[in-house]
Nanobody
C-alpha cells in the first residue's frame, strides 16, 4: 500500500521558518509530480505548491509565493517544503501528495484532482 509520511510541523511564531518533509514508505516517489496542500479549520483543502519531476517546473499559490519553496530529492526519496516568513494565516494541516499521472513534460500540476496519493498530514501552527 502506498504510504506518504510527513514530518516537520509544529508551533512557531510569526516570521519563523519551518521545513516540512515527506517520504514514501517502501518505494520510490512518483516520477511525475509531487505537491503540498493545506487545510485550515473551516476551509477547503487548498494547493500550496507542486513540482513536476521531469522538467522541475514548480507552481505556488499566490499566498505563499516568495516565502515557500518546494523541492524533491531523488537520493533522499523525499519532498520538502521550506516555509519562511510564516504568518498566522499559514496555520493549517499540511499534506503531501503524489501524482502518478503523466500529462506532458511541461505540464504544470495545479489541481487537487491530479494527485492520487496523500499523506496523513502534519499540523503547522503560527502564533502572532
Amino acid at each position: 500500500q502506498v504510504q506518504l509520511v510527513e514530518s516537520g510541523g509544529g508551533l512557531v511564531q510569526a516570521g519563523d521558518s519551518l521545513r516540512l518533509s515527506c517520504a514514501a514508505s517502501g518505494r520510490t516517489l512518483s516520477n511525475y509530480a509531487l505537491g503540498w496542500f493545506r487545510k485550515a479549520p473551516g476551509k477547503e483543502r487548498e494547493i500550496v505548491a507542486t513540482i513536476s519531476r521531469s522538467a522541475g517546473i514548480t507552481y505556488y499559490a499566490d499566498s505563499v509565493k516568495g516565502r515557500f519553496t518546494i523541492s524533491a530529492h531523488n537520493a533522499q526519496n523525499t519532498v520538502y517544503l521550506q516555509m519562511n516568513s510564516l504568518k498566522p494565516e499559514d496555520t493549517a494541516v499540511y499534506y503531501c501528495a503524489e501524482s502518478r499521472r503523466d500529462y506532458s513534460r511541461m505540464y504544470v500540476y495545479t489541481q487537487r484532482g491530479e494527485f492520487d496519493y496523500w499523506g496523513q498530514g502534519t499540523q503547522v501552527t503560527v502564533s502572532s
